[in-house]
Structures are given as C-alpha cells and as structure tokens.
C-alpha cells in the first residue's frame, strides 16, 4: 500500500496538508503555519514576550486576530493599562482585525467576522478556540509565549493528535440540548479523557444541530482535555457559511478505515437534561439527582451558550414570569451582533421584564473577573464552560453549569429545577 493511501483522521489530513505531506503519522512533530492567530486581553503579555525576541514585525498583520472581550470594559487600573499597549500595539502593526471592547467575545466574533473556515489551522491564546470545529477547522489553544513565536515566524510545532471518535444517534427529546448532550459526554470519558487529542463528532444526531450547538459540542471538548474537535462539514455548515463569508473552501473528512485511540455511542433519545456539579465539569449528573438544590445567581451567557438560540430558549420560559426574589439572574449575549438580533427580536424586553439584568457582550463573570462574582456559601447554575473552585468568585461559593432551559427554569423558581417542556 501507497504511504498517501493511508487512512487518515480529520486531524491528520488537515496537518497533513500544512506540511504539504501525504500522510502523517500520529505522534509526529510538524511545523506548521496557521490560517489565524487569535488572542484576547491576554495580548499583552503576547506582546510583552514578542518584544522580548527581538524581532521590529509580525509576521502577518492579516492573519492576527485580537478581541478585547474578558476583563471589558476595564475592571482595573492595571487592565486599562494592558488594554491601551495592546490598541498602540496594533496601530504600530497595522493588525486589520482588531475589535475592541463591546463587539463581543473572542470565539463567537471569530466565526461572525469569517474569519474560521472548513479545513484551516486556527491557533488561539485561549483554551475553548476548540469551538471552531463547528465549521470544520483545526482549532487549538496555545500559551502566550507560543503566540508570541507565532507572531514572530508565522510558525509552530504541532504533536499530530490522536483521535477520539464519539458517535450520536437518535433524536434529542423535548427540554434536551447540546449542552446536555456534551456533558453526558464529559462525565463518560472525564476530564482526561481525550487529553491532546482530537475529537470527531459523527453519527445522524448531528444533522439535527445548528451551528450554534455544534459549538457549544466543540467548545466544551476541551474540558476533556482536547487539543481539537471537529463536526463534519455538511449542508448545514455550507448553509451557515455562505452568509457570511464569500470564497471557496475545502472541507476535510476521515476516511473509511481511519484509526481511533478509542470510541464512544451514544444513544441521545434516552438522554435527560444533565448538570455538572462542583466542582469539577466531569462531575455530571441528571438535573433529577438536584432538583431542589437553592440557587443565588443564575447566569445566561458565555461562548458556551450565549447565543440568539440560547437566549431564545430562555426568553421563551421566562416570558410573562418573574425570578425569585432571591435569585440575581445576569444575561450576557455573546456579541453584538446577538445582542442587536436579540433586541430585534423583543427578547431583550423579556429579559428585562423578568428581572435579569443584562450586560454587553463579553466574557463577564465566566472568568471571575467582575459582572457577578459570588460571595461565600452562594450557589450559581450558570450555562458557562467550568465549575472550578472559585471560578466565578468565593472559594465558598458553588457553581453548576446546564443548559440555557435548566438556567432559566431555576431562576423562576429559586432552585434548580427540570425545563418544563422535559416534563410534559
């Protein structure tokens, strides 16, 4: 057999192709230019480690992307001062995609902007830039010193991944969700899972996913320590895509025979809606295990779930409803463009009706920073990516993370609860 005959994963061809290589095997070291190097506040420490090798110019001013989107607007001194060198940084280097503080967070502006397509290499200063996958791109978070030899020489070294091949059958019942579907995943495989592996999504579920919920799959698969995961491009993926970027692409698939560090089924019709509790995302339960647990902070929102379909979900179970009196309930869209959409919408007055209080894009209290942080003995069901100890404030404090419809429906009623339209 042909060395190029060899059967290869997603992750395989794509490095592959980067190298200008038939075949690579796993476990090989390449070097490897990316299509995009994205970078959010944490650009100033790139920056700094930049100035540090010496070179004047980086390597492609088109092919950085910097989205200012987690401490915004700045919550300290010392962030206003590392927001300003990364606004002079780019003028210096004439950075065209640069997107200052409001326009969104970093993941969801990428995949708005087009700036994420099938088959590319997409290398990001945070972790969840697994969350390209959704349109067929290798998606990889890296350290800010790799970034900053990134902008230097346009290059990286990359371990080619094995692979972790999980397949999704059936049809999701009333009041289940991606999120539900990628948690139960999580609590089977743990958080090492598919340490430095790639991922790769298959089976007839996912004909039924938007994009938005792919993401929220691709996203999350880095708490089971993925170094990338993908959703095979389909119609759907070309339906997304052609409003918003012009241009030809070239999707990738494995081929028949490719080989898989290991496999997971999952029959998703028996599924019911999942949490994961504190304080760790591969602690996974059914919300049945928690019904009843008191909740202070309900937080909708984060490039996991804070999209206009997330949103949607919520809107529709906190219309004419109020929240507990005892529960703060923080909205944060994951864009402008969502917020705008959402406004159009009337979800907006919803919200606002109910008693949330929303907040411009950004990445909010996901990361601890501000906007909602938790006080000592709180409890937070939040529909965010992690539940560490301390992660969203007071060591003391608990958070559970589940989907937009298990976040709003305990809101309401001040405790976690089951959606209703799982109920009926």
């Not at 606004?87 to 995609?97: A, C, D, G, M, P």
Request: glycine letters at 8%.
């Amino acid at each position: 057999m042909r060395i190029g005959k060899l059967p290869q994963t997603i992750a395989q061809k794509i490095l592959a192709n980067k190298t200008g290589r038939p075949f690579l095997g796993i476990g090989e070291i390449v070097e490897v230019e990316p299509d995009a190097a994205m970078s959010h506040d944490n650009a100033a420490l790139v920056i700094k480690q930049f100035h540090e090798i010496g070179i004047q110019n980086v390597w492609n001013p088109k092919k950085i992307a910097i989205i200012l989107d987690h401490r915004i607007p700045a919550e300290s001194v010392k962030t206003a001062n590392a927001h300003r060198l990364i606004r002079e940084f780019v003028k210096e280097q004439s950075i065209l995609n640069f997107f200052d503080i409001g326009e969104g967070i970093c993941h969801q502006v990428m995949l708005e902007q087009g700036l994420t397509l099938p088959a590319q290499l997409i290398l990001g200063t945070d972790s969840h830039t697994t969350s390209y996958g959704c349109v067929g791109a290798f998606s990889a978070g890296i350290g800010a010193t790799e970034m900053a030899a990134v902008w230097a020489t346009g290059k990286l070294w990359l371990m080619v991944p094995e692979t972790v091949l999980i397949t999704m059958h059936g049809t999701l019942r009333p009041g289940v969700y991606a999120k539900d579907l990628i948690l139960d995943v999580i609590g089977k495989l743990g958080a090492e899972g598919a340490n430095y592996q790639s991922v790769e999504f298959c089976g007839d579920t996912l004909s039924t996913l938007s994009i938005s919920e792919r993401f929220t799959l691709c996203n999350l698969s880095m708490e089971m320590g993925a170094k990338c995961a993908f959703v095979i491009v389909d119609g759907v993926t070309d339906h997304y895509l052609k409003d918003i970027r012009s241009g030809p692409y070239k999707p990738v698939e494995a081929d028949s025979g490719a080989v898989y560090s290991k496999t997971l089924d999952c029959d998703v019709g028996t599924l019911e809606p999942q949490l994961a509790y504190p304080h760790q995302v591969d602690h996974v339960q059914p919300v049945s295990a928690w019904v009843g647990k008191t909740i202070h902070q309900a937080f909708l929102g984060s490039c996991t779930n804070g999209r206009l379909d997330d949103l949607a979900i919520a809107a529709d179970i906190l219309r004419k409803r109020k929240i507990h009196p005892d529960v703060r309930m923080v909205v944060i869209p994951a864009s402008r463009t969502v917020h705008r959409e959402m406004s159009k919408q009337g979800l907006l007055d919803v919200f606002l009706e109910a008693g949330c209080v929303v907040l411009h894009s950004g990445c909010g209290p996901c990361l601890g920073a501000h906007q909602g942080l938790l006080a000592d003995g709180e409890v937070c069901i939040a529909s965010s990516n992690r539940n560490f100890q301390g992660r969203m404030g007071s060591p003391k404090a608990e958070v559970f993370l589940a989907s937009p419809a298990v976040v709003a429906t305990s809101a309401v009623h001040g405790s976690i609860q089951l959606p209703e339209k799982y109920r009926h």
